[in-house]
């Protein structure tokens, strides 16, 4: 019998990864794609084989909760955080087709795309008044695809995925819309780190604009109006990755929170959408600010990760002095 101060077992640990978690593999990923962006080749493939690792380990919990407590995983599948794993699975798939690993890109869509309408309707359906950050995911995950359909469609040279994000990419700023008059204004003040999904659902968007520009499937007419919402949804990303920032400032959180992942992922996805969008809208002035976006985002990414060790240490809520309290302290919080 395991005594109240014997460090859980890694399964242990692996079973209480809320979907939340997922953000982790958001953020890491799309550091690995921005930094691939930057030529920073070593550094990128290291974040992308953590990404992978920490996508199976979460793939595994997903599959173990679905088998061994069916209960759980409908009550975590109906939140929006559930989404990001969808989100996940698109960056993923994003950075494995641009290392050249196209199968495995295809695999991976295949399997986002299977989940995600179940998982979008079972979120929407459970939208109330006043909701966290966490509900941009709906339009985070639909984008996600979008920028995983574009990219594949340029390698493979499939016109019919360049379509498809297309009609995704739309169909995500339309959720967003939705999303936003969800969103409590008051989680600037008080939020733990999701907030900031708020910007980052924009900027990937504006990245999902950019990728479909690149396809070359569509007339002048088109990829104009992509080229223009590429870079207006941008400013918007920028606009609010500003205000965030400021809300920071003036209500500071700096305790380790499992939702300051989805801190670190909009800012990596908004230097990646900068990048992006410079070469789409053929605006080379902003790769200067995309690499400055990029350098703070792996900032605040090892900060993050700093946190998130610290919490699995021998005074952190996983290790030996831990409560059952700080345990489920990293489910998601998200309003049923």
């Known amino acids: 019998m395991r005594g109240p101060n014997a460090t859980p077992r890694p399964g242990l640990i692996r079973s209480q990864l809320p979907p939340a978690a997922g953000a982790a593999v958001l953020a890491t990923g799309i550091l690995s794609v921005g930094l691939h962006l930057t030529g920073h080749a070593v550094l990128s493939g290291i974040l992308l084989a953590l990404a992978s690792a920490l996508w199976l380990a979460l793939a595994a919990a997903f599959a173990s909760h679905l088998v061994r407590d069916p209960a759980r995983w409908e009550s975590e599948a109906d939140t929006p955080p559930a989404l990001a794993a969808v989100a996940a699975t698109t960056v993923l798939g994003t950075r494995f ?101 708020a910007g980052g659902a924009l900027a990937i968007s504006a990245l999902a604009a950019s990728e479909l520009v690149t396809t070359g499937l569509w007339n002048d007419d088109d990829t104009g109006a992509l080229r223009s919402a590429s870079v207006l949804v941008l400013t918007l990303a920028i606009a609010w990755y500003v205000v965030l920032v400021v809300a920071e400032a003036w209500w500071p959180r700096p305790r380790y929170d499992i939702r300051r992942w989805s801190t670190a992922f909009p800012m990596g996805m908004t230097a990646a959408a900068a990048l992006s969008v410079g070469t789409a809208a053929d605006a080379p002035w902003l790769r200067g600010p995309g690499q400055v976006l990029l350098w703070i985002a792996v900032a605040v990414w090892l900060a993050v990760l700093v946190g998130a060790l610290r919490s699995l240490g021998p005074l952190g809520p996983h290790g030996p002095l831990g409560s059952l309290r700080s345990l489920r302290s990293l489910r998601s919080r998200a309003p049923r």
């Open 97 to 197: 087709s641009l290392f050249g690993w196209q199968t495995l890109a295809e695999a991976l869509l295949a399997l986002a795309v299977l989940v995600w309408p179940v998982l979008l309707v079972e979120a929407v359906r459970h939208w109330e008044p006043r909701m966290p950050g966490g509900v941009f995911l709906c339009c985070v995950a639909t984008e996600g695809l979008a920028v995983q359909a574009a990219t594949l469609a340029s390698a493979v040279g499939a016109s019919w995925l360049g379509h498809t994000g297309m009609v995704l990419f739309w169909g995500g700023l339309v959720l967003y819309v939705l999303a936003l008059l969800h969103f409590d204004r008051r989680q600037l003040a008080t939020g733990a780190g999701d907030q900031w999904i």
